[in-house]
């Protein structure tokens, strides 16, 4: 069994990039559940891209391949709203205040949040549609999480960031997993282990390794 590290995870975060209502994200959140599970040292950052914005649905043949990728199968239940154009602004607006004002609560909240949308079909655009996972998790968001359709001021400004550290990694795609140790930013490629979730641990693990040795030779 692989030995955890312990020295350097305090000076290690992981960045998730992603979109509630983004199925490549659904899949990839089983990794950084996994790795927050084995490395809970790790400073975990989940910063929410608001992709979907309202003015474009989920493709078929993408969530098919989505399917296919990670061998899982959509409700349909899932597959009746995604005939409807998709918009994630409140997630996006409630994850950034867990994110800002509970981070030990923000991935609960995202994976409930992903449970309610990909299983239940919750299509999550009203204050309403959260009740539940607010109650649950007993969360006190402000009104103004909920108030309008648009992002909140956090969620904008955390946006900046993400477009800054796309910029750094040369890609706009999400999901986006990457592994910061120090000064050093590694991508880990999610798409490796989404049929096995659990293997992404040793990955991570190698890195850190890596890191220490590094370290101990300079």
Do not use: C, M
């Given at each position: 069994m692989t030995e955890h590290l312990s020295s350097n995870e305090s000076s290690a975060e992981l960045f998730f990039l992603?979109?509630?209502h983004c199925p490549?994200?659904?899949?990839?959140?089983r990794l950084v559940n996994e790795i927050h599970k084995a490395f809970p040292q790790i400073t975990l950052?989940?910063?929410?891209?608001?992709?979907?914005?309202?003015s474009s649905n989920i493709k078929t043949n993408e969530l098919k391949e989505?399917?296919?990728l990670a061998e899982i199968n959509f409700t349909k239940s899932y597959q009746d709203i995604i005939k409807q154009n998709v918009d994630s602004t409140l997630s996006a607006n409630l994850m950034t205040w867990a994110q800002n004002k509970a981070p030990n609560l923000a991935l609960p909240l995202l994976n409930s949040i992903q449970n309610a949308h990909f299983e239940q079909g919750?299509?999550?655009?009203?204050?309403a549609s959260f009740d539940k996972?607010?109650?649950?998790l007993k969360l006190s968001p402000p009104a103004k999480v909920f108030k309008s359709d648009k992002l909140s001021k956090d969620a904008s400004i955390q946006l900046e960031e993400i477009f800054a550290l796309q910029e750094i990694?040369?890609?706009?795609?999400?999901?986006?997993?990457?592994?910061?140790i120090d000064d050093q930013l590694?991508?880990?490629?999610?798409?490796?282990?989404l049929i096995q979730p659990e293997e992404i641990v040793e990955a991570v693990q190698l890195e850190l390794n890596k890191h220490q040795l590094d370290s101990k030779n300079q």
């Open positions: 992603y979109d509630t490549w994200s659904f899949v990839t959140t950052h989940l910063w929410h891209s608001a992709f979907f914005d309202g989505v399917e296919r919750n299509q999550l655009t009203t204050k996972i607010i109650d649950e990694i040369n890609t706009e795609a999400i999901p986006a997993l990457l592994l910061a590694i991508l880990l490629n999610h798409n490796y282990y």
